[in-house]
C-alpha cells in the first residue's frame, strides 16, 4: 500500500477518524472470540456517519483493500477478526437512537447503538426492543443484525430479523442503498433485508436500522426453577410444555457439568439434579399459564418446582442461570460452541455430547436455550493462552457439528459461521447451496473485498 | 418454437404432464387478477414432483422459454398472468402434507397444499399454521410464499416469511436447491429463504417448504365490533388499543362507504357510523384483555362495543366483516388495491382517499388490516369486462400508491407487484435499489427466464 493512498483515505474523512497507530490498531482487531489469532491491519476507520462509511468503502474499492467491519466486538465466531492488510470499519461511534416512533411501534437507530440501551430507551415509552443476546449490554444493534443474534427471548419473539423492517447499507463500492419496509408489511420487490441480516459483513455494511418495538410486557414476570433427576427427563418436560401454549419467554436448560461448575464454585447442591430448566412467563394470566408449565415440569420427573412469588424472587431464580458461563470461566479456556437441533432431537444431542465427554475425557458444560432446540456445549481446556486451542477440542467439536447437522440441525444457531466455521459451512449448505450463495456475493462484492476469508468463504 | 423442442419437453415428463391443447391452456393463462388480460401460453407443465419441476426448467433453460409458474391461480396482482409464448408451470397438483412433526411445531408440504387443508392437519395436533390470507381456502401454501403473502391474523403472528423455515427450489437451469433452516434458529450462510418468500416467480421455483407451526390457542375467541362517529376516531382507537399490548388476533377496519354496501345489500343500519373496527383476541385471559380493549374503544368514541358471550356470537360479529367484499362486487366490477403505511398514517390516509373519491366522483370502498396499517381501498367501476378499467381509476389508484410512499409506506403490502405494480416499483425502490435487485435476479436467472415482465421487470 502506497503511503499516498493510504493519505487519500485520511484526507477523504474527518480528522481524527484513521488510525494507523499499530498498538490503537491492536485494539481493533479482534473480538470476543480469544481462540483466534488476528492479522494486522493497514488501518482503522471509526466512522462517525453514513458518509464517512462510503468514503470508507469508496476508497477500499478503488485500492482492493479488504474491508473487515466490526460493530462492538463482542462477536464469538471471529466475524470481525482482522485478516492480514485489512482496513478495519468500526461503526462503534455510530451509536444515535434517531427516533423512536410510540405510535408506529419502530426506532429508527444507528448501528452501533448498544442494544440495552436501546431496549431502556423503548421503555420509556412502554415498549420493548425484543432481540436480547446474552451480550446486550455490550452487543450493538447493527452487530446483532449483522449476524442475526438469537437471545433468550427468542423463544417468544424469534430471531433478530424478525424484528428489522429497514436498512441504511453502504455497498463494496461506496453506493448507499436504502431497502425495506418501514412498514409492518410489505411485499414490494426481493427481501434484500433478509439478504443483509446474518450477512456477517460479508456483502455490505449496515449503517442505520429502522427496528421493530413491541409492547412492553406487564405485571411481574412468573419465574420457574425445576431440577430433573436426568438431562433426558428434563429435555422432556421442555417439550411437553411448550406444546401446553403458554408462551413461555425463556426455556433454559443447564446440564450436570454446568451445575457441578455452579456447585464447586458457590457451595451450592445443584448437581444432584441430572439437569435443571428455568423458565419464565410474563404478560396476562402469568400466573395461569406458569402453573400449566409446573404441571408440566411435575409430570416430567421435576419433584420440586421453585415457582417465583415476586419479581425480587424471580431475579435469584434467574441469577443462577447466570452463573454458567463464568462458573466455567474459572475452569481453563472455553471454546464456546453453538448448535441447533429440532426440539425433538435435544435429548439425543445431550447423550452424544455426553458419551463424547467421556470417552475422550473432555470437559463440556453444556447451556441450552431449550424451548428453540439450541446448545451451547463449552468445550474447556488449558493452555498458555485461549489460542492454544488442543487438537482434540476442535475435533470434538466438529463432531458436535456432524451430528446436529445429521439429525436437522444447523452449525450455528445464534453466533454465526465467522472464522472458526467456515471450513464446515460448505457440509450444510451442498454444492448448489454453495453455488448459490457465492452468485449471490459476486453480484454484492464482486471484488470480495468485504470480510473475505469469514463464512462463505 | 420447433415441434421437436416441444416434443423434448413432452417425453421428459410423464405421460399428460404436458397441455398444449389451446382451451384448456387458458384456463392456466390467467390468475384472479381479472382486471388484466393474459397472453396466449405456449403449453403448460401440471408437475408431480420437484423431478418434474427440475425438467421442465432444464428444458425451458435450454430453449430459452420463458416460464410463469402459479400455484392456486388467486394472486391479485397478475403475478401468475401468461405472458405470450410463455411455459406455464403448474404446482396445483403437488399438494400432499409430507410429514407433521408435532413436537417441532414444524409441517413439510409440497408447494401445492391448500393452505386451509394445512391448516385443519395441523389442528388435529394442537397446533395451527399461523398464515390466512383471505384465500386461506383456495390458496396454496407455495403461491404464497412466492408472494410472501399477509393475512387477518398477521396482526399477531407477522407475515408467510415468518413461518418458513426451509424450502427445496427448482433454480432457472433446473438444478435443484435446498436452503434454509429446519430449526427455529439458524444462521449458517445467507438468508436465501427469505429471498425466495416474495420472489413472485422471478428467482426459482419453490416445490417444497418446511413451514412452522404454532400451538393452536385454547378456549373461545372474543370478539369486538364498534361502530365510531368518524374514521379518525376509529382509527385513532385502534392506535391506542394496540398500544395496550393486549396482542389482538385481528384489528380490522370498515369504511364508511363499505358499510353502506353492506347496507344496501343486507337491509342493515351499519352506515350511520362513519367507520367500524372489528377485533379478537384469543388465548390467555381473553376476556380480560377483550375487556382492555374495549374501553380504549369507548375512550376513542365508541359508544356501542359489542362484545362476543361465546364463539357462536362471535362469528356473527365476523360475518359482518365477511360481507365487506361480497357486498362491493354487486356494485359493479372491481380494482382491489393494496397498500401499506406506518400505523399513524392510517388516518390520513382514509383522509386522502375520501378526498380523491369526493373530488373525482369515484366510488372507492376501503377495508383495512388497521392493526398493521395494510388498508384495501377496493375502486368499483363499470364496463363491459374487467379488463375495462377506466384511466381515472388507474390515475386514482396511483394517486394513492404515490401518497403511501410519501407518507413512508409502501406500494404493497401483501399482494405483490405482479404486473399490476410494476410501472411504480422503481419509484419506492429508488436507483440503488433497482440496481442491486437487478443484480441478485441476474446473479440467479441470468437469461431473464422466469417471470418476465413481473415485479422487477
Known amino acids: 500500500m502506497a503511503t499516498t ?75 470481525a477478526t482482522a485478516t492480514p492488510g485489512c482496513l478495519i470499519l468500526s461503526l462503534a461511534k455510530m451509536n444515535r437512537i434517531l427516533a423512536i416512533e410510540p405510535d408506529d411501534f419502530v426506532a429508527r437507530v444507528e448501528a452501533g447503538v448498544i442494544n440495552g440501551d436501546l431496549d431502556r430507551a423503548a421503555a420509556a415509552h412502554g415498549l420493548m426492543y425484543a432481540p436480547d443476546p446474552s451480550s446486550m449490554d455490550i452487543s450493538s ?25 429497514s436498512l441504511t447499507v453502504v455497498l463494496a463500492d461506496g453506493r448507499v442503498l436504502r431497502t425495506g419496509h418501514d412498514t409492518v408489511k410489505g411485499v414490494s420487490g426481493l427481501d434484500m433485508v433478509g439478504l443483509f441480516c446474518g450477512s456477517e459483513g460479508t456483502l455490505g455494511v449496515i449503517t442505520e436500522a429502522t427496528v421493530a418495538l413491541v409492547p412492553r410486557p406487564g405485571g411481574d414476570p412468573v419465574t420457574l426453577l425445576a431440577p430433573f433427576p436426568t438431562a433426558d427427563a428434563a429435555l422432556g418436560a421442555v417439550s411437553a ?21 455452579i456447585d464447586d464454585w458457590k457451595g451450592t447442591d445443584f ?3 441430572g439437569g435443571m430448566v428455568l423458565a419464565q412467563v410474563m404478560g396476562p394470566d402469568a400466573a395461569g399459564r406458569a402453573e400449566k408449565i409446573a404441571q408440566a415440569f411435575h409430570a416430567g420427573g421435576a419433584d420440586d418446582v421453585a415457582v417465583s412469588d415476586n419479581a425480587a424472587e424471580g431475579e435469584q431464580l434467574i441469577a ?19 448448535v441447533c437441533v429440532p426440539r425433538s432431537q435435544l435429548a439425543h444431542m445431550m447423550r452424544f455430547i455426553d458419551d463424547l465427554a467421556a470417552e475422550r475425557g473432555l470437559a463440556i458444560c453444556t447451556v441450552a436455550h431449550a424451548g428453540d432446540g439450541n446448545l451451547h456445549p463449552v468445550f474447556i481446556y488449558d493452555g498458555a493462552t485461549p489460542t492454544d486451542v488442543p487438537d482434540e477440542i476442535w475435533e470434538a467439536a466438529g463432531d458436535v457439528f456432524r451430528e446436529a447437522l445429521r439429525v436437522g440441525g444447523t452449525l450455528t444457531g445464534e453466533h454465526g459461521v465467522g472464522t472458526l466455521k467456515r471450513r464446515f459451512l460448505a457440509e450444510e449448505l451442498g454444492d448448489v447451496g ?21 463464512a462463505l468463504a
Open 5 to 79: 493512498a493510504l493519505q487519500e483515505l485520511i484526507d477523504s474523512l474527518p480528522p481524527g477518524a484513521v488510525i494507523v497507530d499499530a498498538d490503537v490498531l491492536d485494539s481493533y482487531a479482534r473480538d470476543r472470540t480469544d481462540v483466534l489469532a488476528a492479522g494486522a491491519p493497514l488501518a482503522a476507520v471509526t466512522a462517525r456517519s453514513t458518509d464517512d462509511v462510503a468514503a470508507a468503502l469508496a476508497w477500499a474499492h478503488a485500492n482492493d483493500v479488504p474491508v473487515v467491519t466490526r460493530g462492538a466486538g463482542s462477536g464469538l465466531s471471529g466475524g
Open 141 to 165: 444493534v447493527g452487530g446483532n443484525i449483522a449476524t442475526n443474534a438469537g437471545g433468550l427471548r427468542c423463544v417468544k419473539y424469534g430471531v433478530t430479523r424478525n424484528s428489522v423492517r
Open 241 to 261: 410444555a411448550m406444546r401446553l401454549g403458554a408462551d413461555p419467554e425463556l426455556m433454559e436448560f443447564m446440564d450436570r457439568r454446568t451445575l457441578q461448575a
Open 271 to 273: 448437581a444432584s439434579a
Open 320 to 338: 443462577i442461570r447466570r452463573m454458567a458461563y463464568p462458573a466455567k470461566e474459572r475452569l481453563g479456556h472455553l471454546l464456546t460452541e453453538d
Open 434 to 454: 454453495v453455488e448459490v450463495q457465492r452468485a449471490v456475493k459476486r453480484a454484492l462484492d464482486p471484488k470480495g473485498l468485504l470480510n473475505p476469508g469469514k
